[in-house]
Each structure stands twice: as structure tokens, then as C-alpha cells.
């Protein structure tokens, strides 16, 4: 069974960064299609950004400029590197694997909470 287990969250002051981590259980499922989600409190869960095979990026228009995904095949891991963080930055962040045959999996999230 694939795991994905996400950390780095935190409290963080606006303006501040975080750097969000997603290691994988198994080598070879992060050189697929790879996403952030986040889910605010009574909101519903959004996609943020995402990385495909081929190292195309894709990012939601409210943290464009702002955060960068990326990814280490060597550690198996994903990142999701957070700068100029704002309130409305604050949710559970989720990372997602989408993988060949229609396999998807997430992780259990990790909370981000942008306050002063």
C-alpha cells in the first residue's frame, strides 16, 4: 500500500515561508503526476499546484509567484516551497499522487496557519 506522508506545516506570521514535504513509501510514484491540495476550514478542497512526468508545473492563480512545487526523485519526495504567506494561506495541505490504471492516492495533510 502506497503511503504518502506530509510535513513541515506549521504556524507561520504573514510574509513569512514554509517549506512543505511529501515522501512517498515507494520508489518511482512521484516521477507521476504530483499535487498540492489545501482545504480551509468550511471550505472546500482546492487543488494548488501541480508537477506532471514531464516537469510541467501548474499552479491555482491565488499562490502564483508565490509558491513553487517541486520534487526529488532520488528521496522520493515532493515539495511545496510556501514564501509570502498570507492568512487565507491557512488549511490542511494535502499531497496527491496520480498514478497509471486510474490510482490515485493522498495523504493524511499537514496544517498550515498563517497568523500574527
Known amino acids: 500500500q502506497v503511503q504518502l506522508v506530509e510535513s513541515g506545516g506549521g504556524l507561520v506570521q504573514p510574509g513569512g515561508s514554509l517549506r512543505l514535504s511529501c515522501a512517498a513509501s515507494?520508489?518511482?510514484?512521484?516521477?507521476?503526476?504530483m499535487a498540492w491540495y489545501r482545504q480551509a476550514p468550511g471550505k472546500q478542497r482546492e487543488l494548488v499546484a501541480t508537477?506532471?512526468?514531464?516537469?510541467?508545473?501548474n499552479y491555482s492563480d491565488s499562490v502564483k509567484g508565490r509558491f513553487t512545487i517541486s520534487r526529488d526523485n532520488a528521496k522520493n519526495t515532493v515539495y511545496l516551497q510556501m514564501n509570502s504567506l498570507k492568512p487565507e494561506d491557512t488549511a490542511v495541505y494535502y499531497c496527491?499522487?496520480?498514478?497509471?490504471?486510474?490510482?490515485?492516492?493522498w495523504g493524511k495533510g499537514t496544517l498550515v496557519t498563517v497568523s500574527s
Open positions: 496527491n499522487a496520480n498514478l497509471p490504471l486510474a490510482r490515485e492516492y
Open positions: 515507494e520508489s518511482n510514484i512521484i516521477i507521476y503526476t
Open positions: 508537477v506532471t512526468r514531464g516537469g510541467s508545473t
